[in-house]
């Protein structure tokens, strides 16, 4: 089968260079069951979810001469084993050594000759654990239409639902001269398409003056968006090498709740208070000139329902949109709780507040959502200049109930973002079971310390929490 990469996808498939691979990273770290967890069982509970993605079994196929954006077609030599892989961790298997594997990963591209995913059984780590690091292309991933596979493999009960048998035959793959009549037939025909599009957007605006002003709100947030000009000068924007530093930090989702509660806000600004506040200290520790009135502009992508979310129409009808959301944490402010308050404020004021999603609503969606949100947010992030905003920060709800993958507990779970262009640091952050988990992702040149961010996290909610009583 071909299709045509939109528009986005297509940009996101020109838009990376070696320095910048444009992927979406997931770490899980799962309990190891006393019969272990076999490459082969991996293998199968990945192929017997493939139906569900089947763009994972396409690769993307460019167009002669640039005549038209490239197309998906099916990978007549798909080979699974290339694509799940498996490796160990020398002893003593720490998770430093797993945070050492994740960045080398992370800093290759993957081969555009095939399906644009990798993922890796790590065997060999302490505590009797095992890990399982995706990669998928952000090409690849757009939220409704096509997961990320973290989405489709993870279920809700130790026993893993029966799949009816998959006969996948590949089509025929088109040659370079059907590439090029198709891209010459869709420039022809492009006027039309646009028309049509014009008339449906008419029809909408026609019978249904609630979606109007809807759209009407999201596009004045995109245009506020743009209307902020130039972030401020940080060291977090320089040269983005092509070597990464991978490091991970976790806090209890009741201490974030605790204080949602005291100062009366959400936990999404609890969980930006405490990344602006650990910002300072690493700003302070370099001996970083710090006024009272800096800022670090982050662009914090919020996940937001429609009216139309349907809950039973499955994994893909998860989240309904993606919103951009630019916020200075204030790093010049001192007082924790007043930087809480300030961001609280900006938040607030954002036409998309009132119907952000929330760990209630993901729990009640079949999969597990956290990478496809990432995935959106990470989009929504990569269609703004990168000059507009410092760092990206997406910070997405999961299920607070136990998951599983292939029968086997899911612990922890961790994005790694990909960096973007002159940028030199990312966070992810996911809450799971009770506990919020953040994945950083940093340049190894630009940010040598990183490793201590998890440390200046900490101590950034500790202060917040010793102020709250």
Same mark, same amino acid.
């Given at each position: 089968?071909?299709?045509?990469?939109?528009?986005?996808?297509?940009?996101?498939?020109?838009?990376?260079?070696?320095?910048?691979?444009?992927?979406?990273?997931?770490?899980s770290i799962l309990r190891k069951p006393r019969a272990g967890l076999s490459y082969e069982t991996l293998l199968a509970t990945v192929e017997q979810r493939l139906p569900q993605i089947p763009r994972y079994r396409q690769k993307v196929r460019e167009v002669t001469w640039g005549l038209g954006r490239p197309v998906w077609i099916d990978d007549a030599d798909f080979d699974i084993t290339y694509h799940v892989r498996r490796s160990a961790l020398p002893s003593p298997g720490s998770d430093?050594?797993?945070?050492?594997?994740?960045?080398?990963?992370?800093?290759?591209?993957?081969?555009?000759?095939?399906?644009?995913?990798?993922?890796?059984?790590?065997?060999?780590?302490?505590?009797?654990?095992?890990?399982?690091?995706?990669?998928?292309?952000?090409?690849?991933?757009?939220?409704?239409?096509?997961?990320?596979?973290?989405?489709?493999?993870?279920?809700?009960?130790?026993?893993?639902?029966?799949?009816?048998?998959?006969?996948?035959?590949?089509?025929?793959?088109?040659?370079?001269?059907?590439?090029?009549?198709?891209?010459?037939?869709?420039?022809?025909?492009?006027?039309?398409?646009?028309?049509?599009?014009?008339?449906?957007?008419?029809?909408?605006?026609?019978?249904?003056?609630?979606?109007?002003?809807?759209?009407?709100?999201?596009?004045?947030?995109?245009?506020?968006?743009?209307?902020?000009?130039?972030?401020?000068?940080?060291?977090?924007?320089?040269?983005?090498?092509?070597?990464?530093?991978?490091?991970?930090?976790?806090?209890?989702?009741?201490?974030?709740?605790?204080?949602?509660?005291?100062?009366?806000?959400?936990?999404?600004?609890?969980?930006?208070?405490?990344?602006?506040?650990?910002?300072?200290?690493?700003?302070?520790? +370099?001996?970083?000139?710090?006024?009272? *009135?800096? /800022?670090?502009? %982050?662009? &914090?992508? $919020?996940? #937001?329902?429609?009216?139309? =979310?349907?809950?039973?129409?499955?994994?893909?009808?998860?989240?309904?949109?993606?919103?951009?959301?630019?916020?200075?944490?204030?790093?010049?402010?001192?007082?924790?709780?007043?930087?809480?308050?300030?961001?609280?404020?900006?938040?607030?004021?954002?036409?998309?507040?009132?119907?952000?999603?929330?760990?209630?609503?993901?729990?009640?969606?079949?999969?597990?959502?956290?990478?496809?949100?990432?995935?959106?947010?990470?989009?929504?992030?990569?269609?703004?200049?990168? +000059?507009?905003?410092?760092?990206?920060? *997406?910070? /997405?709800?999961? %299920?607070? &109930?136990? $998951?599983? #993958?292939?029968?086997?507990? =899911?612990?922890?779970?961790?994005?790694?973002?990909?960096?973007?262009?002159?940028?030199?640091?990312?966070?992810?952050?996911?809450?799971?079971?009770?506990?919020?988990?953040?994945?950083?992702?940093?340049?190894?040149?630009?940010?040598?310390?990183?490793?201590?961010?998890?440390?200046?996290?900490?101590?950034?909610?500790?202060?917040?929490?010793?102020?709250?009583?």
């Amino acid at each position: 089968m071909v299709a045509r990469l939109s528009a986005s996808d297509a940009s996101f498939y020109q838009l990376e260079n070696t320095s910048t691979p444009m992927y979406v990273g997931t770490l899980s770290i799962l309990r190891k069951p006393r019969a272990g967890l076999s490459y082969e069982t991996l293998l199968a509970t990945v192929e017997q979810r493939l139906p569900q993605i089947p763009r994972y079994r396409q690769k993307v196929r460019e167009v002669t001469w640039g005549l038209g954006r490239p197309v998906w077609i099916d990978d007549a030599d798909f080979d699974i084993t290339y694509h799940v892989r498996r490796s160990a961790l020398p002893s003593p298997g720490s998770d430093a050594q797993l945070h050492d594997l994740v960045a080398r990963l992370g800093s290759r591209p993957l081969d555009k000759s095939r399906p644009l995913w990798e993922m890796y059984l790590v065997e060999g780590l302490t505590k009797n654990r095992v890990a399982i690091y995706t990669r998928s292309h952000q090409a690849l991933v757009n939220g409704m239409t096509a997961l990320e596979i973290g989405h489709v493999i993870a279920d809700r009960t130790q026993k893993p639902p029966t799949f009816g048998e998959d006969i996948w035959i590949p089509a025929r793959e088109p040659g370079t001269a059907s590439l090029v009549l198709g891209a010459i037939g869709d420039w022809v025909s492009r006027p039309r398409q646009q028309a049509q599009a014009v008339q449906s957007v008419l029809a909408g605006v026609v019978t249904n003056s609630g979606e109007l002003a809807e759209a009407g709100r999201r596009v004045l947030d995109i245009a506020r968006t743009v209307a902020r000009g130039t972030a401020p000068s940080s060291p977090l924007n320089t040269t983005v090498s092509r070597n990464r530093r991978f490091t991970v930090a976790s806090g209890k989702l009741e201490d974030y709740r605790h204080l949602r509660a005291r100062y009366d806000c959400d936990v999404n600004d609890v969980v930006l208070a405490v990344i602006g506040g650990a910002l300072r200290n690493w700003l302070l520790s +370099r001996g970083e000139p710090v006024k009272p *009135t800096s /800022v670090v502009r %982050a662009m &914090a992508p $919020m996940s #937001v329902y429609t009216d139309d =979310l349907d809950p039973t129409a499955g994994p893909g009808q998860a989240i309904s949109e993606v919103a951009p959301f630019l916020v200075d944490l204030p790093v010049g402010e001192g007082n924790a709780v007043v930087r809480l308050s300030q961001i609280a404020h900006a938040t607030e004021s954002h036409s998309t507040a009132a119907s952000l999603v929330d760990a209630r609503t993901i729990v009640t969606l079949s999969g597990f959502a956290p990478p496809t949100l990432h995935a959106m947010g990470i989009r929504v992030a990569s269609s703004f200049s990168a +000059r507009q905003f410092n760092l990206l920060i *997406t910070n /997405v709800p999961g %299920a607070q &109930a136990q $998951m599983y #993958v292939a029968g086997t507990k =899911l612990l922890e779970t961790y994005a790694v973002p990909p960096l973007l262009s002159n940028q030199v640091l990312a966070i992810g952050v996911t809450s799971y079971h009770g506990m919020l988990y953040f994945g950083i992702n940093a340049d190894r040149e630009a940010m040598s310390d990183v490793d201590e961010f998890p440390t200046l996290l900490q101590e950034s909610l500790d202060e917040l929490l010793d102020a709250a009583g």
